[in-house]
C-alpha cells in the first residue's frame, strides 16, 4: 500500500482541569489539519452567529444535545486525524469531576497523553488528579500543555513556574513529562504552527509532540502471559479442537512451548495455535486474541494464567497490596464482599485493611481512614476468595491490574504493589472466632457417639455427574438408616430454594451457597449425625472452606468420574457411572475404616 | 501489530468476552457491511464457528438482494438465522412508502418496534431451519439480553459516545450521562436482572478500516456496494425508499478504498445517502435511545 505508514494508529488522550481549553485545543488542531468535514466548520459558525453567541471551537466537538445543554463534555469522544507519519485518535476526556469514570476509560486506551493546564488560573486540583491517573493506568508518555498564554502576556517567566511546580509534583508520582509546550489555543498558537508571540519556546508544537511520541511495544520481550478467557469445543458442529482461548497480554509462544497453568499448576505443552482464515500459525505474540490446542489434555477452568515454563513464573496468592482508585457510589468498606476482575479471572474479595487513603489532588495521606470513599486513591491489603495467579505491576503491568464490582458496577481499579504473606486468610480468623465462643450442651462429642453407635461425619460427593451421584447418595442414606445410623441426606436443590432462596446461583453466589452449606454441615455433624450431600464440580478451595466451616468435625470426599481437583486427594474415587450397590459398599467400608462405623455393628 | 491487526484483535477479545459472560446472546445482522464484518470477526473469534444467533429485522422494503444474499450465507456458513419484522405496521400499510407516516415515524416502526418487540421475544421470530431450507416460527421466545451490534463511533455524533458494552435499562433506555467505566480490557458484565446489555465490537473503527479489512481478508460483501455498469453504488444500505445510491465508479473493494482515501467522499459523512437523517437534528439520536441502531 502506498501509504503503508498510516497503518499506525495512535491513541492519544486530553486531559485537565474544566475549561482549561481540551476542547478548544482540539478543535483548533481538526481545523488546521483539515481534518473536519467541509462545511462543519461554517455551518456551526453559522449556527452560533444565528443563537448570536460567540463561535467557540469547542462547539465542533460538542456532537450531542444533551451535552449541549449542558456546556461540558460529559463522556469521551473521540476524533480522528492524521500527519505524515500515522493516524491518531484524540480521546477528550472530561475534566469535571462528576465523570471521571468517563475520563478514566477514555486515558485508558491512551498510548500517551496531553495534559492541560491554564496559564492564568495555574495548577487546579484537577490537573493533579489527572496526573495521578495517569500514571497509575500506566500512560507514562505525558506531554503537558499550558495553554491561554495570551492571558499572562505570552510571557515565559510564568510558563517557567508552571512547569517547574507540575514537574516536581509528576517526579513525585515517577512521571516525567516528555514536554512542557505553551500555546493558546484560541489564536493558534504553537498548535500547528510557531508564532513570534512566543519565539523564546524551542520545544515542539503540539503537532510536532503528536508525532515525537514513540508508538513502541515493549511488552513482546516480557514473559508470556496468556489470560485463559475461555475454552472451546464445537462438538456439535463436528469440531473436536479443545481450544484454549484468550487475548496475550505480553510475550510471545511457539508450538511445542512447555506451559504451565495458574493458579492449577497444571502442565502442558502447545500442541497447535488456531485461527480462521489465516495461514498455519507457529507463533503468537503480544496482543494477538489466539486460541491454542495442547499435546496433553488438562481440566483447566477458565480464568486461569497460561503462562511458560521457561519463563519467571507470576505470583499466586489470595493476599497482596494494592493502589486502588474507587468510583464507587458507594464507599468501599471491610463488611462487605466484593468481586474482583483479575486478567480472566473473577472471584469475591474482602478488603483486610486500609494502610493509607491518599488525596490525589495533593499527595497528602490519611491514615485512619475506616473506608475508602469515592474518588479516593487508597493502598490497601485486599483477599480474594480463592488463590489467584497475578504479576506486580513494577514487573509487568498488565497482569498486575484490576477492578472491584461492587454491585454490578466497576466501582474501583487496582494495581498490584505486593504479595502479602500467606498468613491466616479472613475465614481461619473467622472460624477461630465462631469456635470459640460456640456453647454447647453437657453432653460431648465422644458421649453421644456411644450412645448413638456410631461418629458423625460430613459425606460429600462430588464429579460431574449428577444422576449417579444422587443415586449413589439416596442408597447409602437408605442403607445406613436401615442400619440405624443417624444420616441425612440433603439434596442441594432443597437448599437453593430454601434457606439459600435469597441469593443467586451465579460463580460468585455459589462462594456463598459453599460457605451456607459449611455452616450447616457444622450443625448437622454436631448432632451427631451422618450428614451427606452432593454438589457438582467442587474444587480443591470449595472442599478446603467446607472442610474449615465444618471443622472441628470431619468431612469425606467421594469423587466420581474423572478427578479434576489440583492437588488434593479425594478419600474414595469411583468410577464414572459406578454401580449404586458397589459404591455404597465402598462408602461403607471407608467409614469403617475411618472408626465412623463401628465393624460390631455391621 | 497493525492497525488492523490491532482492532481485530480487540473485537474478538470483545466477541469472547460478550459469548462467555451473556448466555441469551444474539448478534444483529443488517446485511451491510459493517455487521458482515462483524460476522466474519466472530467467525475469527470462535475459529470458523458462529455459536450465537443471528438476528436481522426485514422491513418488508429492503432491497431483494439482501435477502437473497443473506439466505445464501445463512446456509453457507450454518448461521442460526433469525428474522423479525412488524407484520401489524407492514400488514395495515401503516409505514411511509404507504404515506402514512413520515421517514423518522416508519424507521422508528419498523425497525425500532420490531428489533424491541423481537428481542423481548413478543413477536414471533423466524427461524431458518437448514433441513427444510426455509423459515419457519422459532419456538424459542426467550427474551435476548445481550445483543451485540455493528455501530462505529466515527458513524455520527451519538455513536461516538458509546461503550464496548453499554446497558439499558427495562425500557431499553440509554443513559448517555452514567455509563460505566471500562479500562485494562476489563468491561461491565455485571447486571442486574431486567437490564439488557449492547455490546459494540466495532467501535474503534472507521468506515476506511472496515473497507481495508474487507479487502485483506476477502469477505464476500454484497455486491450493491459497488458500481455494476450503471456508474452508482450503494455506500450504505437500507430500504430502497430512503437509502439513494451515490454516484460512484468504484466497481471492486480496491476502488472503494481509493475513494475513500484520496476521491471525492473524503470529506463526506457516509450517511449522507440516507434521507431519514436529514428530517431532523437529533432525529438519528432519538431512535437510538428507542433501540434504533
Ligand atoms: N483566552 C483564551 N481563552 C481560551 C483559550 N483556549 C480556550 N479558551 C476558552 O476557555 C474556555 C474553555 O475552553 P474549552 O475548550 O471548552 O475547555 P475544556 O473544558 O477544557 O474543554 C472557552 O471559553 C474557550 O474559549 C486560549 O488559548 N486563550
Redesign the pocket.
Known amino acids: 500500500m502506498k501509504d503503508s505508514n498510516l497503518q499506525h494508529q495512535m491513541n492519544v488522550v486530553v486531559v485537565?482541569?474544566?475549561?482549561?481549553?481540551?476542547?478548544?485545543?482540539i478543535?483548533r488542531l481538526l481545523a488546521d489539519t483539515h481534518s473536519i468535514p467541509d462545511g462543519k466548520l461554517e455551518q456551526v459558525k453559522a449556527t452560533c452567529t444565528r443563537n448570536a453567541k460567540p463561535f467557540?471551537?469547542?462547539f465542533l466537538l460538542d456532537a450531542l444535545k444533551d451535552e449541549q445543554a449542558q456546556g461540558?463534555?460529559i463522556d469521551t469522544a473521540r476524533s480522528f486525524f492524521k500527519t505524515e507519519k500515522r493516524r491518531y485518535i484524540i480521546i477528550?476526556a472530561p475534566?469535571h469531576i462528576e465523570f471521571l469514570k468517563n475520563m478514566i476509560t477514555g486515558a485508558s486506551r491512551a498510548d500517551a497523553a496531553f495534559i492541560?493546564i491554564d496559564a492564568k488560573e495555574g495548577i487546579q486540583e484537577n490537573s493533579r488528579r489527572h496526573g495521578y491517573i495517569m500514571s497509575m493506568l500506566g500512560i507514562n508518555q505525558v506531554a503537558v500543555i499550558v495553554?491561554?498564554?495570551?492571558?499572562v502576556g505570552y510571557n515565559e517567566q510564568k510558563f517557567n513556574e508552571i512547569a517547574r511546580e507540575y514537574s516536581e509534583f509528576l517526579g513525585r508520582l515517577n512521571l516525567r513529562p516528555v514536554s512542557f509546550i505553551p500555546?493558546?489555543?484560541?489564536?493558534g498558537v504553537n498548535i500547528g504552527a510557531r508564532s513570534t508571540d512566543i519565539a523564546w519556546h524551542k520545544g515542539p508544537t503540539v503537532l510536532e509532540q503528536f508525532d515525537a511520541f514513540e508508538l513502541k511495544d515493549s511488552r513482546t520481550s516480557l514473559p508470556f502471559r496468556l489470560p485463559v478467557q475461555d475454552i472451546y469445543k464445537f462438538t456439535e458442529a463436528g469440531d473436536d479442537r479443545r481450544i484454549f482461548a484468550g487475548t496475550i497480554s505480553s510475550g510471545t509462544a511457539k508450538v511445542g512451548d512447555e506451559i504451565v497453568f495458574l493458579p492449577s499448576g497444571k502442565t502442558s505443552s502447545i500442541k497447535s495455535i488456531e485461527s480462521f482464515n489465516t495461514t498455519e500459525k507457529k507463533k503468537a505474540s503480544t496482543g494477538e486474541a489466539t486460541g491454542f490446542t495442547l499435546t496433553k489434555q488438562v481440566y483447566v477452568k477458565q480464568g486461569e494464567l497460561m503462562v511458560k515454563a521457561s519463563d519467571p513464573m507470576p505470583l499466586v496468592g489470595a493476599r497482596f497490596r494494592a493502589n486502588i482508585f474507587w468510583m464507587g457510589k458507594a464507599p468501599l468498606i471491610r463488611e462487605k464482599r466484593y468481586t474482583i476482575k483479575l486478567n480472566a479471572t473473577r472471584s469475591s474479595l474482602k478488603l483486610v485493611n486500609i494502610i493509607n487513603v491518599i488525596d490525589a489532588s495533593d499527595l497528602s495521606s490519611e491514615k485512619n481512614k475506616q473506608q475508602v470513599d469515592r474518588h479516593d486513591v487508597a493502598e490497601c491489603i485486599l483477599e480474594t476468595l480463592r488463590p489467584v495467579a497475578f504479576d506486580l505491576v513494577k514487573d509487568i503491568k498488565f497482569t498486575g491490574r484490576f477492578v472491584i464490582i461492587d454491585n454490578y458496577e466497576i466501582a474501583g481499579a487496582g494495581i498490584i504493589l505486593e504479595k502479602v504473606a500467606d498468613q491466616d486468610s479472613t475465614l481461619h480468623d473467622y472460624v477461630r472466632d465462631r469456635e470459640f465462643s460456640w456453647e454447647s450442651g453437657t453432653i460431648s462429642p465422644a458421649e453421644r457417639a456411644a450412645i448413638y453407635g456410631h461418629g458423625a461425619k460430613f459425606v460429600v460427593f462430588t464429579g460431574d455427574e449428577t444422576t449417579t451421584k444422587d443415586i449413589i447418595a439416596t442408597e447409602l442414606e437408605k442403607q445406613l438408616i436401615h442400619s440405624s445410623f443417624k444420616t441425612y441426606y440433603l439434596r442441594m436443590s432443597n437448599v437453593i430454594r430454601g434457606l439459600d432462596s435469597d441469593i443467586k446461583y451465579g460463580p460468585e453466589e455459589r462462594e456463598e451457597h459453599i460457605r451456607r452449606l459449611g455452616e450447616l454441615a457444622r450443625i448437622l455433624t454436631d448432632s451427631g449425625q451422618i450428614f451427606i450431600t452432593s454438589v457438582t464440580n467442587v474444587d480443591d478451595y470449595d472442599i478446603k472452606t467446607l472442610q474449615l466451616l465444618n471443622s472441628p468435625h470431619e468431612i469425606l470426599v467421594v469423587n466420581i468420574g474423572e478427578n479434576k481437583f489440583n492437588s488434593l486427594v479425594p478419600d474414595l474415587n469411583l468410577e464414572a457411572g459406578a454401580k449404586a450397590g458397589a459404591a455404597v459398599e465402598a462408602v461403607f467400608s471407608l467409614l469403617r475404616q475411618k472408626k465412623v462405623l463401628l465393624d460390631f455393628q455391621i | 501489530m497493525t492497525h488492523l491487526e490491532k482492532l481485530e484483535a480487540l473485537s474478538v477479545h470483545i466477541l469472547r468476552e460478550a459469548y462467555r459472560e451473556f448466555k441469551s446472546l444474539v448478534m444483529l445482522w443488517s446485511i451491510g457491511k459493517d455487521s458482515t464484518v462483524l460476522l466474519w470477526l466472530t467467525r475469527k473469534a470462535f475459529l470458523g464457528h458462529v455459536p450465537f444467533p443471528l438476528l436481522h429485522i426485514d422491513t418488508g422494503y429492503k432491497i431483494p438482494e439482501m435477502i437473497e444474499y443473506r439466505d445464501k450465507f445463512a446456509k453457507a456458513w450454518h448461521l442460526n438465522m433469525l428474522v423479525g419484522e412488524n407484520s401489524s405496521a407492514l400488514g395495515s400499510h401503516q409505514t411511509f412508502p404507504d404515506g402514512k407516516l413520515n421517514r423518522i415515524e416508519c424507521c422508528k416502526a419498523l425497525k425500532s418496534e420490531a428489533l424491541k418487540h423481537t428481542l423481548s421475544g413478543e413477536w414471533p421470530r423466524k427461524r431458518f431451519d437448514h433441513n427444510l431450507g426455509d423459515y419457519i416460527i422459532d419456538q424459542n421466545v426467550e427474551a435476548f439480553t445481550g445483543v451485540i451490534v455493528g455501530v462505529r463511533a466515527d458513524e455520527e455524533g451519538s455513536r461516538s459516545k458509546e461503550r464496548y458494552f453499554s446497558p439499558r435499562d427495562k425500557q431499553n433506555d440509554w443513559d448517555i450521562g452514567d455509563q460505566p467505566p471500562e479500562l485494562w480490557h476489563q468491561f461491565k458484565t455485571d447486571f442486574a436482572p431486567g437490564t439488557h446489555i449492547r455490546v459494540h465490537p466495532l467501535l474503534d473503527w472507521t468506515e476506511l478500516d472496515i473497507w481495508e479489512y474487507i479487502a485483506k481478508e476477502n469477505i464476500p460483501i454484497i455486491p450493491l456496494y459497488f458500481n455494476r455498469g450503471d456508474g452508482k453504488r450503494y455506500r450504505s444500505l437500507g430500504c430502497y425508499p430512503c437509502t439513494k445510491p451515490v454516484d460512484s465508479t468504484a466497481t471492486d473493494i480496491r476502488g472503494i478504498v481509493e475513494e475513500l482515501k484520496t476521491g471525492k467522499f473524503v470529506n463526506i459523512a457516509e450517511r449522507a445517502g440516507r434521507d431519514q437523517d436529514k428530517e431532523d437534528g437529533g432525529g438519528l439520536e432519538t431512535l437510538r435511545r428507542e433501540g434504533y441502531m
Open positions: 485537565g482541569h474544566v475549561d482549561h481549553g481540551k476542547s478548544t485545543i478543535g467557540e471551537y469547542a461540558i463534555t477528550d475534566g492541560v495553554n491561554k498564554m495570551d492571558l500555546i493558546s489555543a484560541i489564536n
